[in-house]
Nanobody
Framework: QVQLVESGGGLVQAGGSLRLSCVAS????????MGWFRQGPGKEREFVRA????????FYADSVKGRFTISRDNAKNTVYLQMDSLKPDDTAIYYC???????????????????WGQGTQVTVSS
């Protein structure tokens, strides 16, 4: 079992930055790939960024390319999402997720992940 707790969300003006954190319980964190997803009002949950278990590879959605960075610190059981140049369209609840994932396409599918956090709200004002 892995429990995930996100933090760092809030209200920010367009063009601003936020850093989300996701802390995992348990000793197996370093064996899990981690992903960030988001769900905006009236929208389906969508992939944002993901990182392999050892941080060697990352994946991104085109909508956040060049603006959002994912990183992890396995010693702290934490994964981060640095969000820069935020836009009103980035407004959503952001979720982190953990899964044992191998294939590239699988990183982008919510169904590939076994554990989810409760989410943190990010609101970007224009």
């Amino acid at each position: 079992q892995v429990q995930l707790v996100e933090s760092g969300g809030g209200l920010v003006q367009a063009g601003g930055s936020l850093r989300l954190s996701c802390v995992a319980s348990g000793r197996a964190f370093s064996t899990y790939a981690m992903g960030w997803f988001r769900q905006g009002p009236g929208k389906e949950r969508e992939f944002v960024r993901a990182i392999t278990y050892n941080g060697g590879n990352t994946f991104y959605a085109d909508s956040v390319k060049g603006r959002f960075t994912i990183s992890r610190d396995n010693a702290k059981n934490t994964v981060y999402l640095q969000m820069d140049s935020l836009k009103p369209d980035d407004t959503a609840i952001y979720y982190c997720a953990a899964g044992r994932i191998i294939t590239t396409q699988a990183f982008m599918r919510p169904s590939s992940y076994d554990y989810w956090g409760q989410g943190t709200q990010v609101t970007v004002s224009s």
